[in-house]
């Protein structure tokens, strides 16, 4: 088994003393709970065969309590620097890479696109990667997981209810 770690932001009513019994009670005694900027953090780290059981099981046990989830780090949004951090390259190497100065095709920015730091989406870039034998295809389908997730979650949180099933969507 591996040990995966990812944080859930979730709405957070910081006098609430029983905010962390509620998700210890719901099988979260692997994360850490912090309250900041009016929202709570669970940062997991957690035991499991694969990622996805990693994640899955941590959203659907937040989701026992009730919480509304705000949104699920790793972000798919990254800079050139978390592009480096996240495929163990350096920073110039992914400039470069970006600058199509060492091969073509390289994902371009999705947000941030006329600042000085724009943000790359990392499910573009790593499937780039993946094609180009820079990361394990694995890397690849994890960032596919933790977009079904933020997304999903994103969503159902707008719509008031739980009109996206994440984990039919990630059995698809």
């Known amino acids: 088994m591996t040990v995966y770690d990812f944080t859930f932001v979730v709405d957070a009513d910081p006098d609430d003393e029983a905010f962390e019994d509620r998700f210890i009670e719901a099988g979260c005694d692997d994360a850490t709970f912090v309250l900041m900027r009016g929202n709570g953090h669970l940062c997991f780290d957690r035991e499991a065969e694969t990622y996805k059981d990693a994640v ?35 920073k110039q190497a992914i ?49 596919l997981i933790s977009r079904v997730i933020n997304v999903g979650s994103q969503f159902n949180r707008l719509t008031g209810g739980s009109g996206v099933n994440i984990r039919e969507m990630l059995d698809a």
Do not use: C
């Open 56 to 90: 899955l099981s941590a959203y659907e046990q937040i989701t026992s309590t009730g919480a509304s989830i705000v949104r699920f780090e790793p972000d798919f949004l990254v800079s050139a620097a978390e592009i480096a951090a996240r495929s163990s390259m350096t």
């Open 95 to 143: 400039g470069m890479f970006s600058k199509g100065e060492r091969r073509d095709g390289f994902p371009a920015p999705t947000a941030r696109v006329n600042s000085a730091s724009p943000l790359w989406d990392w499910v573009q870039v790593s499937r780039w990667m993946v094609d180009h034998g820079k990361l394990d295809t694995q890397v690849y389908h994890d960032a």
